[in-house]
């Protein structure tokens, strides 16, 4: 009978069902992202617009939700990437403004094919709230059209394939250790 080191096994076996359990986690974290999605997806869009929370949590709260607020200060504007309400390729401008409570939260005020930024007027806006707590306006503002209102369905739910990778690594682990232990043996002989 050939001996099997009992210290670096028990090291493999609690590293793989570490691994397996992290993949089981991930169907779970699959499952809840899917039902997050659902629940932003649910949300009227043609809502009234609420006012947005000074709360610390007011993301969580306002996501793919409609909100309004007054722009006391335009701090930076700057153009980046971005897509038209009708799928066009250009530039979205965006501002970062102080709110009349304690936030500073960056507005994409619309989109155009000129990366030059607009003239913007501070005041009081309108919009839909993005994942990353970006402020799309609806209408669009400074004369710019309209972006591509944030869609729940762009939220990433990859948990699926990060529990694939973990059950590969406990496989890729269990086949490196057996082969460790092949070629020991066979140097033992």
């Known amino acids: 009978m050939r001996a099997i080191p009992i210290i670096p096994t028990l090291f493999v076996v609690a590293a793989m069902a570490v691994m397996v359990w992290l993949g089981i ?4 974290r699959a499952d809840e992202k899917a039902e997050l999605i659902a629940r932003f997806e649910a949300i009227p ?3 009234p617009a609420q006012p947005l929370s000074d709360s610390d949590d007011w993301l969580d709260q306002q ?4 909100v309004t607020f007054r722009c006391e ?3 930076a504007m700057r153009t980046t990437a971005g897509t038209a309400a009708n799928g066009a390729k250009g530039f979205a401008h965006i501002a970062q403004c102080s709110t009349d409570g304690s936030h500073t939260v960056e507005v994409g005020l619309g989109w155009s094919r000129d990366p030059k930024a607009p003239d913007f007027n ?5 919009g839909i709230v993005d994942a990353r707590g970006k402020i799309i306006a609806d209408p669009a503002l400074a004369d710019l059209y309209p972006l591509a209102a944030p869609d729940p369905k762009d939220l990433p739910n990859n948990h699926l394939a990060y529990a ?3 059950f590969f690594f406990a496989l890729t682990a269990l086949l490196i250790y057996g082969f460790t232990l092949r070629s020991r043996w066979r140097k033992r002989g």
């Open 25 to 28: 986690w991930q169907f779970g």
């Open 45 to 47: 869009q043609d809502a």
């Open 63 to 66: 996501m793919f939700r409609r």
């Open 73 to 75: 200060a335009a701090d």
């Open 122 to 126: 501070i005041g009081v806006i309108e």
């Open 164 to 166: 694939g990778q973990w």
